[in-house]
């Protein structure tokens, strides 16, 4: 029997003034707030998160752009605005531990902010995953996913940046699926060219997009699955798989995505 | 006797000429900025690990099976030219002699290494002569690059066939009993037994001459070529940024700057008078570099491991992380010379920025780290990279139009996009959870 009912998710103030303090703050980021695409891994990780009972809140309309973007581009002052201005509400609801499921805003919060005096116990939500899945909390025994070859790009952030590549993969090998690596993985990763800002601009000129040569060396794979775990990389590889015609067939999920369909949730 | 001088008076040049590159070196990094170097514990583990067994260089196992071997053999073979210089000082014959097995040790494996790096620098050269390597044809590497690395190859393979040629000498002139052990070159002596002794001793005493004079002009020359890496590579492994990749250097400055502007009583105070020179945001030239970016790009040998990863030069863009640290080297030699003659004011109409490495390379990067991850000896190329941006953008206003507007929403709705703050509620709404009971 099945039981429908909408999440409720809790903001930081109303939890606030309840007198309570969450154990984690969920940092949804701002592809997780406004992308469309990636609006539905943020609304998947909720879902997990409701899943295993996790005390958790997200800022809301507090939530304000970390400054990574900024910071990458050159524009040193305008990250220190932004990043001074969140340390200043993270103090305001005495934040100490933040889920993050962007590796820009992970690494931002997790390497940079420290600089700024803001230091707080920083978790990807691989690595919560992760955690989960070695305690026994998640079983993922849903069907939805079985005998699936999936491969997983390693987001420059996350990976190299921060020597997370075990995580995302644990999460992945827990489920009912077949992995497949692509040559260049692990902190030999190929980036999906979105990162350091360009996201936001015109590639310069050259002879090739750089997220269409890593979208074809993830169809060399012939992978069902083109597994990521960044807002990034999603829209990168997204777009490569319409430029290369594929995305009927192929089909690029976040880490989130693929653990709300293993449980069936 | 006469040996002994001739060899203190050519040592003596050497050890002049040496000094006077160290100087102008060192009046070169007077003009680069500070970079604190702190931990040293954990930098001596990172020197053992990235230096001593070459961890990254392995990153490409073939080929950084040979370097390891140049590599190892090089530290071995050190030690005996050690003992040579020595015994040239002193006029003792082989000084570091004892009866003990490491002196054997050490020399035969100095007598194994010194084929093996004959063979290795062979292949090296045929591969650069006749393998098309990608790396190797960069648009930054110009006909005196390539020039630069045969002379440096040649030279190391000169120096190995003198040394061989010593020890063959050393085992023909002394059939009994030798002090040391050297396996390759008693067998090659074997083929030599009928030579006079005579010869024999001269033509020792000429390779031995040769080698060591090989040597001295080796050591000065490396610290104009780009095989300056040989003395350079390890210590740049103990000076490695410990941060993570991922993290880029605060700019301390500017945070002072926030912070007087957000306390409302200091935002709106004039500024003390002379209190500081007003320093420039980020890098446009070589004064604004830290002395450890030189260093890297005096470390550089230019093996083309990190731009053979970027993804902006895989796909053709101008960017590549090897030309940024060969160019930050070039523009120190052209600009260097005038700051140590007329000071810091010195001004020659041209810059690293724009003459040098370019606003379309810079732009290009994606800070993505393959480069820094890749550098065997730990070069990181993004952080300069950054430090340019930051010029542009903070000093020049002059970042591409699509990142304008990237800083635009950001400051004015707090989002790299043109949302409102009012909707970053949206995505949240009616998320069904379909808990199993």
Redesign the interface.
Known sequence: MQESQNIEVPIMADVFAQGREPEYLFWVGCAGAFDDRYKKVARAFVKILTFVGADYAVLGKEETCTGDPARRAGNEMLYQMQALTNIATFDNYKVKKILTICPHCYNIFKNEYPDLGGVYEVVHYTQYLQELIANGTLEMTGELLNDKKITFHDPCYLGRANNIYEAPRAVLKAMDTQHVEMPRHKSFALCCGAGGGQMFKEAETGDKEIFIERTEEALKTGADIIASSCPFCMTMLTDGLKYKNREEEIFNYDIAELVVMALDI | MAKQIIFIITLLITLAIFAYTVRRLYYFFRITKRFPIKNYVKRIVLMFEVSFLQTKIF?KPAIGFLHAMVFWGFCVILLGSMEMVFDGLTGSERAFYTDGLWYKIIFASGDIFALIILFAIFFFIIRRLFFKIKRFAGRELSHKNHIDAYVALSLIFLLMVSLLAMNVFYCVENPVPLKGYYPISSFLAGYLKDMEHESAMILYELSWWWHILLIFLFANILPYSKHFHVFLSVPNTFLSRL??????P??DN??K???LM?NPETAFATPESGAAVIER??VKDVEDVTWKNYFDSLCCTQCGRCSS?C??N??????SPRKVMMDLRARMNQKGPGIIKSGKDFDDQRSLLNDFTTK?EI????????C??ECPVNINQPTLI?D???????EESS?????N???TN??NN????Q?S????????K????????
């Open positions: 990153r941060d993570p990749l991922g993290k880029l605060n700019m500017i945070t700057e926030i912070k957000m945001f980020g990863v993804p902006a895989l796909t053709g863009k101008k960017l379309e732009w290009a990067c994606t800070t993505c780290n393959a820094a991850k950054v340019l941006r930051r010029y542009l953008v903070m970042a591409p139009s699509g990142l507007m990237m800083f950001i400051t707090g989002a790299p996009w949302f703050p009012e909707d970053r509620m949206i995505w949240a009616d998320i069904p959870q379909n808990m199993k009971i």
